[in-house]
Nanobody, 126 residues
Framework: QLQLVESGGGLVQPGGSLRLSCTTS????????IDWFRQAPGKEREGVSCISSSGRSTNYADSVKGRFTISRDNAKNTVDLQMSSLKPEDTAVYYCAADLRPFFGCNWRGAGMDYWGKGILVTVSS
């Protein structure tokens, strides 16, 4: 089993940067596809980015492409989401989730993911 833990959230000004990290308090990430999701106040959950178990394949939502970068270091048991040029509309609770599946792209809706972190708040405001 996996227990996922997110870190790195907080308050940042528009145009600033944050790096979110996903790791485990139990188990290891190396065999899992990892997706990042977010949910803004009053809105549905949406997929942000995902990465294959090897780290060789990545995908991004149109809303973050060119601003966010997903990466992983399986030796350190971490998956990171580097967020730059942040906008107020990026404000949300961000979740990492893990899934044992063949990689054909992101799970944009979040249905059927095997494990979820509890989420971490990112607030973009001046």
């Amino acid at each position: 089993q996996l227990q996922l833990v997110e870190s790195g959230g907080g308050l940042v000004q528009p145009g600033g940067s944050l790096r979110l990290s996903c790791t485990t308090s139990s188990g290891t990430l190396d065999n899992y596809v990892i997706d990042w999701f977010r949910q803004a106040p009053g809105k549905e959950r949406e997929g942000v980015s995902c990465i294959s178990s090897s780290g060789r394949s990545t995908n991004y939502a149109d809303s973050v492409k060119g601003r966010f970068t997903i990466s992983r270091d399986n030796a350190k048991n971490t998956v990171d989401l580097q967020m730059s040029s942040l906008k107020p509309e990026d404000t949300a609770v961000y979740y990492c989730a893990a899934d044992l599946r063949p990689f054909f792209g992101c799970n944009w809706r979040g249905a059927g993911m095997d494990y979820w972190g509890k989420g971490i708040l990112v607030t973009v405001s001046s």
